[in-house]
Structure formats: C-alpha cells, structure tokens
C-alpha cells in the first residue's frame, strides 16, 4: 500500500479492534511502499505476520459484507 491508502487500511484496523499500525515500510520514506506493524517505533517494530493477518480473516469470516482484496490484505469495505 501507499501513502494514500494508509488511513483508511489503519481506521479499519482499528473498527475491528486491532492496534497495529501502518506505517511506511521506510520512515524516512514516507512516499515509499507502507505496511502493517505491531508497534509504531520504528526501531523494534516487526511486521504483522501471516498468522496474524490469518486471525483478521477470522474475525471477517462471519462478515457478510464483501471483501475486498488489495495487496495481500482483506479488509471488507465499511460503505
């Protein structure tokens, strides 16, 4: 993801409870590649693992709003 799309992938992270944080992939970067985060300090952040994003399909599982996949996310649309 970028810049553009890194406030609405945090604020739907945070409607289903999670408190990662998307942030650029570089911090000095900022118009670079974004990512999903455990932590914001860059220094010991580490990235959100497959494991973890299997848990965010959990949750959507009983979801019946479509989802919609974008750059190995799925995270279903709140309109």
């Known amino acids: 993801m970028d810049a553009e799309e890194a ?3 945090q ?4 409607r ?3 408190s990662w944080v998307v942030a650029p ?3 000095n970067d900022v118009a670079g590649q974004w990512s999903v985060y455990d932590s ?3 220094v010991t952040r580490e ?3 497959a494991d973890s994003l299997a848990s965010v399909l959990a949750r959507l599982a009983n979801d019946p709003r479509p989802n919609n ?3 190995g996310f799925v995270i279903p ?3």
């Open 77 to 79: 649309s709140t309109d």
């Open 25 to 27: 992939v570089d911090p």
């Open 7 to 9: 406030p609405e992938t």
């Open 40 to 42: 914001a300090d860059p």
């Open 47 to 49: 990235p959100i693992k």
């Open 16 to 18: 289903l409870g999670l």
């Open 11 to 14: 604020a739907k992270l945070a």
């Open 69 to 71: 996949a974008t750059r």
